[in-house]
Structures are given as structure tokens and as C-alpha cells.
């Protein structure tokens, strides 16, 4: 039996974006509440919970209002720089109505600003803050300028306010101590879709999209599902290619500000028939290209975990990384994947080398990873991790 409207325990989030715009912050707020709305969890005992999010309308063709899910959407049309402001005056608004018992704010970002103020307001209603940061962590000192300085202390307040912080890394967890939080810190990180990133296509179906993308049976592929700006570091596995044999081709997945710029990279290395942008696929696509994948790499400059290593690990391609933010958490070098060092195109071949020719190590990384991912890594239990979350903050 369903639970009423009336009887959940109602949670206001606070969130720059949502779906249509997809990242792993978005899609973990996705696969958590489905799953914290379906019955199989609120049999498990504890209150149901209904979600409320107050979000940027990016876009005027999407509506103000919709339900997503288990989510109720309340876009705004303001600029960035405003989005506090009128995120927490819509708030006010619509706690009269709603009366929440928690509001989550979705990074330190304008939606903590926009979280904080609605907590110095309404200080008994608890605070929960996820930090989902995937830049380098000085980008508020960067984005704030010459305000730093003035802002600081409020920006701090964002952690010190907070009733509880829950953080996707080990990485995460230590700025957030440093920040100057003050209350519990937990790490739950993303999760994977173990459904889905174990999906096998047939050989004839990997055979149809190998030629669809002209690659050759004998070739080896290297892939990468990433966003295309510089902290992704696309451009160093470009260049790796000059120290790589020519049958090694390159699979880039995703769009982004730098895609222009890598092709340009790629016209001056004539790689045209070695590289292959393949724009936005799907993310229940990604598992076929994973199927046809030798090596996933993403040489990332900061990270704050790294779902995409994960997914790929679920699907048995081994991962070359580097050693920064949150992906120490869960890459131990030799045992689920191998480190490349950050910015060194020569590092980024030598691994690739080594998961190519080396099939007794390969086959021990690949076993590994993917145990490791079906063991601490799938959307049932981090949702039932935050799930303990929001029934701490309720007590």
C-alpha cells in the first residue's frame, strides 16, 4: 500500500541543476529517491519521505513545475549569481505549505548559500549537505574573485551549519574538516547501475557497431565518458596516441566547451582515422561501447569520485586513471586498475601498454574490479545508506 502525500516526511532540496541536465550529482539524486519512494524500501521500516527541489529553468522551454520521478521540480528564472537569493525566498514559500523536516543542499555551492540561509531562518529544521565537488576545490576562492576575502566566512558557514554532510570521498570528507565542519560526516559515494552496466551484447551486435564506427576486429579501443573540459584532461590521451602502436584507436564519449579545440588537436596529429567523437550517448547506450572497449582512461586533473571508472569497471574494462581527489577510494594501483601520472601523455601509454599485452594482470584487475563494484558500489545500497541518513536527522 502506497503511503499519502500527508504522511511522508517532506525534505526540500536545494539544487543548481536537475534532469535534462545529467551528471553524477543529478542522476544520484535520481536513483536515490526513486528507490527511497518505492515500497520494497519503506517495508523496511522508518517514515516514507516526499522530496521537493527548488532548481535553475536553464531552459524556457522547461517547464517551471513538473514531477520527475519522485521529485516535485520548482524551476526559477534568475541568473546564477541570484539563484540563492530567490532559491531561499522560494523556500520560505513553500515550507508554509509543506512544512519540511529536512532541506538537503546539493554541493557548496549557490544552493549551499541558498540552504544556509533558509537554516539561519528556520534553525530547528535540519540541514543535510552533500558534497558531490568534482573541480579542483579552490574553484570558489577562483569563481568569487576579489569577494573571497568578504564571502569566505560565509561560504564556511555552509559546513559549520550544517546538522549532518554526507560526501562521496575520502577526499571530500577531509575538505569539508577543513572547511570547518563542525557535525557528522559520512561518506556514501555513487553508486552504478549493476544492471545495466553488466549488459552484454551479442558478438553480432558488437561486430554491427564496431563496423558502424569503423573499427577494424584486430584493432584495440581505448574509450572515455566524459564531460569535454580541461579537468578531464581528454587532451593528454590524444596525445598518448603518439606513443601508442596504430592500431590503437580512440573512443570519445560526451560533449563539452573543449570539443572544438580536441578535434583541432586531433586534425594537427592527423589521428582523423585513429580518434572518433561520438557526441552524447545515452547512458543506457554506454555499456555497447563499453562491450567493445579494450581500456577505459580518464587522466583527470581533480575528480571528487569517478562514476565512470566505476561503470566501466562493472562491465569488465580495465581503467587507467591518475591518483587525485576521490579515485584513490576506490583504484588501488595493480589490483582494480593502474595510475598514470597527471599531464604526462607518456604515462597514459605505458599503462595502456600494459593492460594490452599483459593478459595475466589484465584478467586480475578486471576480476577485482568488478567484484569490488557489485560488493560496495550498487544504487540499492546507497540509497539504503542515505536512507539512515535522512532517519539519523529525523531523531
Known amino acids: 500500500m502506497s503511503v499519502s502525500e500527508d504522511k511522508r516526511k517532506k525534505i526540500l532540496i536545494f539544487s543548481i541543476a536537475y534532469i535534462p541536465f545529467v551528471g553524477g550529482a543529478e542522476l544520484a539524486m535520481k536513483e536515490i529517491t526513486d528507490r527511497l519512494g518505492n515500497e520494497k524500501f519503506s517495508a523496511q521500516g522508518g517514515p516514507a519521505f516526499g522530496w521537493d527541489m527548488i532548481t535553475l529553468r536553464f531552459d524556457k522551454k522547461w517547464p517551471k513545475?513538473?514531477?520527475?520521478?519522485?521529485?516535485?521540480?520548482?524551476?526559477?528564472?534568475?541568473?546564477?549569481?541570484?539563484?540563492?537569493?530567490?532559491?531561499?525566498?522560494?523556500?520560505?514559500?513553500?515550507?508554509?505549505?509543506?512544512?519540511?523536516?529536512?532541506?538537503?543542499?546539493?554541493?557548496?555551492?549557490?544552493?549551499?548559500?541558498?540552504?544556509?540561509?533558509?537554516?539561519?531562518?528556520?534553525?530547528?529544521?535540519?540541514?543535510?549537505?552533500?558534497?558531490?565537488?568534482?573541480?579542483?576545490?579552490?574553484?570558489?576562492?577562483?569563481?568569487?574573485?576579489?569577494?573571497?576575502?568578504?564571502?569566505?566566512?560565509?561560504?564556511?558557514?555552509?559546513?559549520?551549519?550544517?546538522?549532518?554532510?554526507?560526501t562521496i570521498s575520502n577526499y571530500l570528507a577531509d575538505w569539508a574538516k577543513k572547511m570547518g565542519a563542525k557535525n557528522p560526516i559520512e561518506i556514501v559515494p555513487n553508486g552504478v547501475d549493476i544492471k545495466n552496466s553488466q549488459f552484454s551484447i551479442s558478438n553480432f551486435q558488437a561486430k554491427e557497431l564496431r563496423e558502424k564506427i569503423k573499427i577494424k576486429e584486430e584493432e584495440k579501443v581505448l574509450i572515455t565518458t566524459s564531460r569535454l573540459v580541461e579537468k578531464n584532461a581528454v587532451c593528454d590521451i590524444i596525445e598518448a596516441l603518439k606513443y601508442l602502436p596504430d592500431n590503437v584507436k580512440f573512443l570519445i564519449l560526451g560533449k563539452g566547451p573543449l570539443e572544438e579545440k580536441l578535434k583541432f588537436q586531433v586534425s594537427s596529429s592527423k589521428f582523423q582515422d585513429r580518434v572518433m567523437f561520438l557526441g552524447h550517448v545515452e547512458p543506457q547506450e554506454i555499456p555497447n561501447y563499453l562491450a567493445i572497449s579494450d581500456v577505459f582512461v580518464r587522466p583527470s586533473l581533480s575528480e571528487g569520485l569517478g562514476s565512470s571508472f566505476l561503470e566501466a569497471m562493472a562491465a569488465g574494462v580495465p581503467v587507467v586513471a591518475t591518483p587525485v581527489g576521490g579515485i584513490p577510494d576506490f583504484l588501488k594501483d595493480g589490483e582494480t586498475g593502474l595510475f598514470c601520472e597527471v599531464n604526462n601523455p607518456k604515462s597514459i601509454a605505458e599503462k595502456v601498454k600494459i593492460l594490452l599485452e599483459n593478459e595475466v594482470l589484465r584478467g586480475k584487475i578486471i576480476k577485482n574490479a568488478r567484484e569490488m563494484v557489485l560488493r560496495d558500489y550498487d544504487w540499492n545500497l546507497i540509497a539504503g545508506k542515505m536512507k539512515n541518513i535522512f532517519n539519523k536527522l529525523l531523531l
Open 65 to 166: 513545475f513538473e514531477k520527475i520521478g519522485n521529485i516535485n521540480i520548482y524551476r526559477i528564472d534568475i541568473s546564477k549569481l541570484f539563484f540563492p537569493f530567490s532559491a531561499f525566498l522560494k523556500g520560505l514559500t513553500l515550507h508554509q505549505k509543506n512544512k519540511y523536516q529536512i532541506i538537503w543542499s546539493i554541493m557548496a555551492n549557490r544552493a549551499g548559500f541558498a540552504a544556509l540561509f533558509f537554516k539561519i531562518f528556520h534553525p530547528k529544521i535540519k540541514f543535510l549537505l552533500t558534497l558531490q565537488e568534482g573541480d579542483a576545490l579552490d574553484y570558489p576562492k577562483k569563481q568569487m574573485g576579489i569577494f573571497w576575502i568578504l564571502l569566505k566566512p560565509l561560504f564556511k558557514a555552509i559546513f559549520s551549519r550544517a546538522d549532518y554532510i554526507q
